[in-house]
Each structure stands twice: as C-alpha cells, then as structure tokens.
Nanobody, 126 residues
Framework: QVRLTESGGGLVQAGGSLRLSCTGS??????MAWFRQVPGKEREYVAA????????YYTDSVKGRFTISRDGAKKTLTLQMNSLKPEDTAVYYC?????????????????????WGQGTQVTVSS
C-alpha cells in the first residue's frame, strides 16, 4: 500500500503561482503524476515524472507554465504552477504507479495508476 498526501492548494489571482506537493509513504513507485478534475468533468492528466530516470511529461495546456519535479530523498513530488489561469481551477490529485511504464503514452492514462491522493483544491480568480 502507498499513501499519498498532498498539500499546497489554495486561492490565487490569475497570473499568480502555487506550489503543490505530494509525499508518498512508504515509497513512491516508478511513476508519479498530477491529475485534475472539475465538477461534472472527467479527471484529466496534467503532468508526470518517472522516479528512476527522472523523465518529465506534460499535457499541452500547461507546458511552459507548470514544472513537475521529484525529490527522491524526501519521497516528494512537486508541481510548480506559474502564470495560472482561471481554467486551471480544479481539484488536483497526486497519483502513483508501482510498475514501470511500457510507453510514454501510459503516463497520461488514469487506469495506469495504482494509488491516489485525497486531492487539493486550486482556485484561480480572474
């Protein structure tokens, strides 16, 4: 079992920044990722980070604005979100996959992840 604990959500004005963190216990798995969800919509992929070779992947809408990173010693995944837009408003979820991925396309699929955090709210006001 992996427990994922998220922190760092909040309210920010458009153009501002927030930093989300997710800590895995007792370990993190091979891949960790961030997804987000708004009421009435499906949960969508945001970014992923492979743990051993440190590859990073992003959905197009956040490229250049969000940065995902991991700290192996602290077992923590971080999402630095800059230039936030109202459409970034959502509950953000941390996810972990305890097996290696087969192809890079796997990182964006909800079904590829084994564990999920409880979510943290991010609200961007216009």
């Amino acid at each position: 079992q992996v427990r994922l604990t998220e922190s760092g959500g909040g309210l920010v004005q458009a153009g501002g920044s927030l930093r989300l963190s997710c800590t895995g216990s007792p370990f993190t798995g091979y891949v960790m990722a961030w997804f987000r969800q708004v009421p009435g919509k499906e949960r969508e992929y945001v970014a992923a980070n492979t743990w051993i070779d440190n590859r990073r992947y992003y959905t197009d809408s956040v490229k250049g604005r969000f940065t995902i990173s991991r700290d192996g010693a602290k077992k923590t995944l971080t999402l630095q979100m800059n230039s936030l837009k109202p459409e970034d408003t959502a509950v953000y979820y941390c996810a972990a996959r305890v097996r290696p991925i087969s192809t890079p396309a796997d990182v964006s699929s909800l079904s590829q992840y084994d564990y999920w955090g409880q979510g943290t709210q991010v609200t961007v006001s216009s």
